[in-house]
């Protein structure tokens, strides 16, 4: 990013705006809500923690913006499972949640696929990974309403979120393809090479964000 202040300080908005994501989603001021709350909130730490322990590793420094890019890992690993595990489950997702982003954000380069917001190395890893791992920490004692997973007692809940996770990277995949198409007929998908060098900024709409 251009500005790493202003990443941070979207990044606390986002943060901040979770708890009602996740915690609203109870949609009662209850139990289920608070724990909601506390664990989105441990996941996210965690993940920020684990992504920043993962550049100290591999790049000798951990950063403000992997900080804010491991919150973010953590917040969408969390959201699957957040009314159903308890605050050490949340440990380990958010841990591991940041882990699996940032190897996630490493493979991009190695590929060369084109994600500059690392769509597919946060929320499309880190939500894979929060579906399949509500199928593993998921506990009736955390929402009765619900069903134990795998380290609770029933591996079936496992596989049902494995075949669930399947079938939406599935029905994602062709309605995306679809709609890029038609895009791609209509106006088009990509810009000639000159126009991405000079910027979107000036070859869409003349005018510059910045005047350096």
Not at 43 to 53: I, R, T, V
């Amino acid at each position: 990013p251009h500005n790493v202040p202003m990443t941070i300080t979207g990044a606390a908005i986002l943060w901040f705006g979770w708890f009602g994501f996740n915690a609203g989603s109870a949609l009662a001021c209850n139990g289920l809500a608070a724990n909601a709350f506390v664990v989105t909130h441990i996941a996210s730490a965690m993940a920020a923690l684990s992504w920043m322990f993962m550049e100290w590793w591999h790049r000798g420094k951990p950063t403000t913006l992997g900080a804010a890019s491991g919150a973010v890992a953590g917040l969408v690993a969390i959201t699957p499972g957040s009314g159903f595990v308890g605050p050490v489950s949340a440990i380990i997702i958010g841990a591991l949640g940041g882990v699996i982003c940032y190897g996630g954000v490493l493979l991009k380069s190695r590929l060369g696929y084109d994600d500059s917001l690392d769509v597919v190395g946060i929320h499309g890893l880190g939500g894979t990974w929060g579906a399949l791992a509500t199928g593993l920490f998921a506990s009736t004692k955390i929402n009765p309403d619900g069903a134990n997973g795998l380290f609770f007692g029933n591996p079936g809940q496992l596989w049902i979120q494995f075949v669930s996770v399947v079938a939406t990277m599935v029905f994602a995949f062709i309605m995306t393809l679809i709609i890029l198409k038609i895009i791609d007929a209509l106006i088009g998908l990509r810009v000639s090479e000159e126009e991405e060098v000079k910027g979107l900024d000036i070859s869409l709409h003349n005018e510059a964000g910045y005047s350096l």
